[in-house]
Nanobody, 123 residues
Framework: QMQLVESGGGLVQPGVSLRLSCAAS??????MAWFRQAPGKEREFVAA??????GTYYADSVKGRFTISKDNAGSSLFMNSLKIEDTGVYYC????????????????????WGQGTQVTVSS
């Protein structure tokens, strides 16, 4: 089993930066991702990485503004130049085995999920 706990969400103004953290415990993971879900919308892929040199991957909507990284606790999502459309509940997700590239963007590829942290970007 694996437990994932997100933190770092909040209410911020457009243009500022925010860092989200995901603390992982239990069995080790080989793939980790961040997804988000806005009110009335489906959960969408934000970013992912695969361990041991597996690279990082981003949704087009956040490329160049967000950075995902692996850290001692699990992972961090650095969000810069936040926009109103970045508002949503952000979820950390993980998979024990290494996911294939074509599967990274699909929520169904991940076995474990955190409870989510709310990010609201508003002026």
């Amino acid at each position: 089993q694996m437990q994932l706990v997100e933190s770092g969400g909040g209410l911020v103004q457009p243009g500022v930066s925010l860092r989200l953290s995901c603390a992982a415990s239990g069995v080790p993971f080989a793939t980790m991702a961040w997804f988000r879900q806005a009110p009335g919308k489906e959960r969408e892929f934000v970013a992912a990485f695969r361990t041991n040199g597996g690279g990082t991957y981003y949704a087009d909507s956040v490329k160049g503004r967000f950075t995902i990284s692996k850290d001692n606790a699990g992972s961090s999502l650095f969000m810069n130049s936040l926009k109103i459309e970045d508002t949503g509940v952000y979820y950390c997700a993980a998979k024990v085995n290494r996911a294939i590239l074509s599967a990274l963007r699909f929520a169904s590829s991940y076995e474990y999920w955190g409870q989510g942290t709310q990010v609201t970007v508003s002026s």
